[in-house]
T-cell receptor, first 113, second 110 residues
Framework: DTAVSQTPKYLVTQMGNDKSIKCEQN?????MYWYKQDSKKFLKIMFS???????INETVPNRFSPKSPDKAHLNLHINSLELGDSAVYFC????????????FGQGTRLTVV | GQNIDQPTEMTATEGAIVQINCTYQ??????LFWYQQHAGEAPTFLSY????GLEEKGRFSSFLSRSKGYSYLLLKELQMKDSASYLC???????????FGSGTRLSIRP
């Protein structure tokens, strides 16, 4: 059973489109994150949610909007996609924010053409 | 501020030992993680240190010195499958997040 699952695994889309990436965790964790890993492999936090509440928004353009319908899900919606948005996006979860091991989803490789 | 530094690349020989160093600066420090990431895959947890000292887990050991803001990951009896990126990450309870370094790409040669 997959602990943190995100879909799709690959996403190729044109500039200007709107797309969503879904994430679900079955670990019973309270905290979920979105990270972006660029071509240089630097893993940078974008958002953190704890019990469905946003606790971190790391200077991410407002074209990116996370949504947490419940604490097991954290989806990422991206409007007006740009070439620079191409990266691998990882969803992760942990029992509490910033204090315990984070479990990662398999990643979504987004390519904007 | 929050900052994590680790070498970009390292090379080692199969069967040998390698030490990957990491220095960090973070407010509300709540522990140091090491993750392994193979190309095209998700990071996977290796170790967590919150107190000073050495934690050993099989071929992998991790060390932490909170006063020096320093950690290392020690890999023994290297195998080809250990070729991967190793990410140092600091937990910050005050900032409610885990901050990652840029990773050290370790290449193992026969």
């Amino acid at each position: 059973d997959t602990a943190v699952s995100q879909t799709p695994k690959y996403l190729v889309t044109q500039m200007g489109n709107d797309k969503s990436i879904k994430c679900e965790q079955n670990l019973g964790h309270d905290t979920m994150y979105w990270y972006k890993q660029d071509s240089k492999k630097f893993l940078k936090i974008m958002f953190s949610y704890n019990n469905k509440e946003l606790i971190i928004n790391e200077t991410v353009p407002n074209r990116f909007s996370p949504k947490s319908p419940d604490k097991a899900h954290l989806n990422l919606h991206i409007n007006s996609l740009e070439l620079g948005d191409s990266a691998v996006y990882f969803c992760a979860s942990s029992q509490e924010p910033g204090g315990t091991e984070a479990f990662f989803g398999q990643g979504t490789r987004l390519t904007v053409v | 501020g929050q900052n994590i530094d680790q070498p970009t690349e390292m090379t080692a020989t199969e069967g040998a030992i390698v030490q990957i160093n990491c220095t960090y600066q973070t407010s509300g420090f709540n522990g140091l993680f090491w993750y392994q990431q193979h190309a095209g895959e998700a990071p996977t947890f290796l170790s967590y240190n919150v107190l000073d000292g050495l934690e050993e887990k099989g071929r992998f050991s991790s060390f932490l010195s909170r006063s020096k803001g320093y950690s290392y990951l020690l890999l023994k009896e290297l195998q080809m499958k250990d070729s991967a990126s190793y990410l140092c990450a600091a937990a910050s309870s005050s900032a409610s997040k885990i901050i990652f370094g840029s990773g050290t790409r370790l290449s193992i040669r026969p």
